[in-house]
Nanobody, 117 residues
Framework: QVQLVESGGGLVQAGTSLRLSCLAS????????MAWYRQAPGKQRDLVAL???????NYADSVKGRFTISRDNAKNTVYLQMNSLKPEDTAVYYC???????????WGQGTQVTVSS
């Protein structure tokens, strides 16, 4: 079992920055992918950014150049640095981890990010 706890959301003005953190605990195998998804009201949950344990990174087109995903394997933590925030970034942001050995996905409880214009 794996537990994920997100932090760092909030209400900010457009053009400013936020950093989200996600701490993973439990049966975390060395091979995994950690990611951030987001879900706006009435919309599906979409991938924002992904980083694997061997360093592969992928971003949604809508956040390229503005968001940066990183991870600290020693702390089992993934971060999402969000710069130049826009009102359309408003959503609940969810942390996800996929354990390759078991192909199981785990989700955090989500953290609200609201960007005012």
């Amino acid at each position: 079992q794996v537990q994920l706890v997100e932090s760092g959301g909030g209400l900010v003005q457009a053009g400013t920055s936020l950093r989200l953190s996600c701490l993973a605990s439990g049966s975390i195998f060395s091979g995994n992918a950690m990611a951030w998804y987001r879900q706006a009201p009435g919309k599906q949950r979409d991938l924002v950014a992904l980083i694997t344990s061997d360093g592969y990174i992928n971003y949604a087109d809508s956040v390229k150049g503005r968001f940066t995903i990183s991870r600290d394997n020693a702390k089992n933590t993934v971060y999402l640095q969000m710069n130049s925030l826009k009102p359309e970034d408003t959503a609940v942001y969810y942390c996800n981890i996929r354990i390759w050995a078991t192909l199981r996905d785990y989700w955090g409880q989500g953290t609200q990010v609201t960007v005012s214009s």
